[in-house]
DNA sequence: CAGGATCGTCGAAGCGCTTCGACGTAAGGA
DNA sequence: TCCTTACGTCGAAGCGCTTCGACGATCCTG
């Protein structure tokens, strides 16, 4: 229960050398010749040494660690901020960082909190609002953020994110290949649009400027997350006087509504993909679940995730970097889409 | 962008106290005069200090910091681990701690690492298997920790989960009350049970025990997740020949498979719940937001966590735990369960 | 073969905080 | 009134590490 932890003093003794040596054989930071290096890492590895994170943090003025701040409220579906998170651990560690979890509702004074305590390095907020009350806080903090997403100014800042906008296109693209007229979004549901939710705003954008491109007839809608909502909803959109008595695409950005969409289609009797072509932009891994499978835009949450904590290691080491990452969106073509009949 | 952080020293000074009582003052070690502590506390606010972490983890031997360990595979459903996370954070740091996140994959080495290196103070490892290899580990660190989920061997650890036997037991009995004889346990992917994950068999064996004591006839199956593999399974269920002609209850103990479910019910024409009552085992969400919203036993992610994170702070004051930590479940009724026709 | 570079190592000075013992000073007991 | 006790505050000694400057020793270069 009580063992002492062991210290680099007992290392160096151990080794027969100064505590220096073993520090700078430990960080590299001056060359050491092979034998000694060689001597010092045996006793390190026979006393089991582990350098002590606070008194490192002290000296050095590193903590090794980045914060990661969560959002309060799920804008972006809880699966796809888990496999974030667990991302964003994965490549600190590579880094060497670790990775202190937050969560939005402690607000700026806890970011205030971990930076000003050289609890952490810098920061990665996921999950940005356009008129975020954090961000002239990240302006001022003398520590590096990156952002997930992008707040309505985000200049000076550095920001990542998947190119929504893009994703609603490709969508649109590839309904229109397959010679679908008359298409449908359904996306957020309606709070996320109210609350200036950017990436639910921006697909919309893509969608629009596509449908207007490609000159087919197209509806963006909000679409909520209970099944006879959506049920409601569907059956709307098919129903004669509609408006879009030709509707024969739909394009589902909203995961949590996806198997529900589904669902109303089956109980509708409209087959998918010979009666209306679904496309999501969700995981992969919901749209394989999908029956039938999805075509679909992936959310990349791992590059997205894994992108953010490269940028924020460069920008610690002092490097320079874009303000603004836009990743682009990938389609994959599953079951669900065929050609109009 | 490079204002140095203050510290402690020109508190003092701005003061006009020594550095020490200025810890005092923060720390409440020592009984301070209130005029005196007014007077630290001014210049703590008018120069914005925030006390070093690494110094005072160096100095105190107490980072205030836990290890968040989140398990590799999910086992349990993303939403409810990121319901879980949220919930040490926030427990957390109402002890005045920080939660450092790891994963799994890490392994031992990464536990011992930041426990080794005074990283962190405590432990908290999610969703522990069975033959867990870390368990061992734990017994030996001088770090306390908490588990959620139980190991084969639980002696000398503290471990938190749900009921999960009685979760599996309320179910029947609910049914039961309602007058149905023959009832089946949809379950985790059979992979799960192979893995020997507690939760998923605990389930199992709190439905069996009460089947037999209500003297019912009851099936527990493993369940997939995709749609087609769930319709298939539902389908054979109510097959003649399934063993089970007079099936009415359905129990549900699969976040991702719970709308299928449904979707499959919907279409073999059975309607919920006039032909089978169904109850699931999910949050709250997942069940309000189905239809028609199922009678569940809450999944309660948010109380283990809180618990679990009591239990550390307990024993990081040396206070004595009880091992196991059982939390009763609970069972509402919705729409999804009426009396046999 | 002398002079300057270069290499490998050491010693010591902090980093910012907590905590221990000590030292007045004011209050209580005899 | 004198001694004890408690209270409020201070100074200094670390906590374990990094990093700077220094110092022999070895290596080239002319």
Sequence with gaps: ????????????????VAVSTVSYVLSGKRTISATTRQRVLD??????????????????????????????????????LMQFATSVVTTARQYDH?????????GPDGLRRVAASALVDGLVLMDV???????????ELAEPSVLIGFPADSAGLTCVDLDFARAGALCVDHLAELGHREIALLGAPAVVY??????????????SA?????????AALPCEETFD????????LFEPGSGMPGLSGLIVHNEAAVG?????????????????????????????????????????????AHRAVELLMAKLDGREVPEATLLEPRLTVRESTAPRA
């Design 194 to 207: 109210e609350r200036g939710t950017g990436f639910a705003r921006r697909t919309r954008e893509g969608f």
């Design 229 to 236: 909502e959506v049920f409601g909803e569907v059956k709307a």
């Design 1 to 16: 229960m009580s063992r002492r932890a062991v210290t680099i003093a007992e290392v160096a003794r151990h080794a027969g």
């Design 98 to 106: 670790d990775v202190l979890l937050m969560t939005a509702d402690e």
């Design 43 to 80: 006793s390190v590895r026979v006393l089991g040494y582990h350098p002590n994170a606070g008194a490192r943090a002290l000296a050095s003025k590193r903590a090794n660690v980045i914060a990661l701040v969560l959002p309060l409220r799920a804008g972006m579906h809880l699966p796809v």
């Design 210 to 218: 596509a449908v207007r491109a490609h000159g087919q007839t197209g």
């Design 129 to 139: 609002e356009l008129d975020d009350q954090r961000v002239p806080l990240l302006r």
């Design 260 to 304: 529900h969409v589904l669902s109303a289609l089956r109980v509708l009797g409209k087959r998918v993909p010979e009666d209306v072509s679904v496309v999501a932009i969700c995981p992969d891994d919901v749209a394989d679940r999908a029956s039938p499978p999805l075509t679909s835009v992936l959310i990349p949450a791992g590059d997205v």
